[in-house]
C-alpha cells in the first residue's frame, strides 16, 4: 500500500486543499508508527490535511507536485501528553512533532462512555438522581438513564 500512496499522493490532486484519501490517512498513521516507538496506549484522535501554504495554493496548477502533509493529534493514554504531528506523505517523514502541555485533545466517543458508566456507578451520582426524581420510579440507573453526547 506504501508504494501505491507514494505513487498517487498529487498525481490526481485537482486542488491542493483536497481532503486525505483513505490511503493518505493509513499512510500517516503507518508512516508515524514506522518512525516513532508508540506506546500500547497511543491514540490518533485527529488526522486531516496540514493545508499548504497560501502562495502554493494559488499557483497550484493541476498535475503539478505538491507536498501532500497529514496533521494529527496523538494522546498518550498512559501519561497522558497530548502531540501535533505534521506528516509528509509525499517524503514519507515526519516533517514535525511537538508537545503539547497541558492539553486534553477532543473527547473521543469511548470516552463518553466509560464517563457515563463511571457516573453510574457512583454513589453520589444516584444519590442525586434519586434526589432530582424524587420517588417517580427511577431508583435504578439503567438506560433510562443514558446521555447521549452532545451534537
Known sequence: MAAVVADAVGASLKHPLEPLSVDEIA????????????GERMRFV?????????DVVLAFVP???VDRQAFLVLLDN???WTYEVVVSLTHRAIARWDVIENVQPAI???EFLECEQACKASPEWQAGGRQ???GRGRDSFGPQADRD???
Open 149 to 151: 453526547p452532545p451534537a
Open 27 to 38: 499512510a500517516a498513521v503507518e508512516i508515524v508508527r514506522s518512525q516513532r516507538q508508540l
Open 63 to 65: 498535475g503539478s507536485p
Open 108 to 110: 473521543m466517543l469511548d
Open 132 to 134: 432530582l426524581f424524587g
Open 78 to 80: 498512559a501519561t497522558g
Open 46 to 54: 485527529t488526522i486531516a490535511l496540514h493545508e499548504p501554504p497560501k
